[in-house]
């Protein structure tokens, strides 16, 4: 059974602190993906990653950057958090040989 | 990008009726449409999925059809029971051969007992 878990569910932080959202997948998947989903929104994705120390831009990148150092960890970091990235961000992971992904549990983070 | 538009953004139903969700999708390129369910408080999972090279594939109550001549597709729920209340997301791989997905904006269906 896939399991695919977040560092938290739910975070508050305050404007232009330094936040990181961590999630760890343990099937050996190859890719693993960030978004953020907001009502009327649906999920956009801001990264995705194919491999260790890989990572491509998704839809909305901006404000956020992503570290895969180990193939099970994918980390979301928000270099100076503002209000309007307060959202629920979900992260998932996809084998390379197919296209289902197995999504966390989420993670709400407010930004006051 | 890819774009995907899902119609309509809230569907509410009795128990026993059936419930039609709609999804449209730009590239023509694209080979692979899935559904997700995301109850409430929980994580989307994926319900059903369809190829390009088929028409409809069922599951139980549920079915998904896509027309790729007019580029949409369509999931399908009969007998709705109360527990089949949840957001579902359409989305599409696009025409890449590796995972990326374009969501839908989400369908919010609430079946009345």
């Known amino acids: 059974d896939v399991k695919v878990t977040q560092s938290s569910r739910y975070l508050v932080k305050r404007t232009g602190e330094k936040v990181f959202l961590e999630c760890v997948q343990d099937m050996d998947h190859e890719n693993m993906f960030w978004y953020r989903q907001d009502p009327g929104l649906g999920l956009r994705l801001i990264y995705f990653s194919y491999d260790v120390k890989m990572k491509e831009k998704g839809d909305i990148p901006e404000g956020y950057s992503v570290s895969r150092e180990k193939k099970e960890r994918f980390s979301l970091i928000l270099e100076s958090a503002s209000t309007n990235q307060t959202s629920m961000y979900l992260c998932a992971s996809q084998p390379a040989s197919g296209y289902e992904q197995y999504f966390g549990p989420g993670t709400r983070l407010t930004v006051t | 990008g890819e774009n995907v538009e899902q119609h309509p953004s809230t569907l509410s139903v009795q128990e026993g009726d059936s419930a039609v969700i709609k999804c449209t999708y730009s590239?023509?390129?694209?080979?692979?449409f899935p559904w997700y369910k995301q109850e409430l408080g929980k994580r989307p999972q994926l319900i059903i999925d369809?190829?390009?090279?088929?028409g409809e594939k069922k599951d139980q109550r549920i079915a998904v059809t896509l027309n790729k001549t007019a580029k949409h597709f369509s999931l399908h729920i009969t007998e709705t029971q109360p527990e089949d209340s949840a957001v579902y997301f359409c989305?599409?791989?696009?025409?890449?051969?590796?995972?990326?997905?374009?969501f839908g904006q989400g369908t919010i269906l609430t079946v009345h007992p």
């Open positions: 369809i190829r390009s090279n088929v």
């Open positions: 590239d023509s390129a694209s080979n692979y």
């Open positions: 989305a599409d791989a696009g025409g890449t051969s590796y995972g990326k997905l374009t």
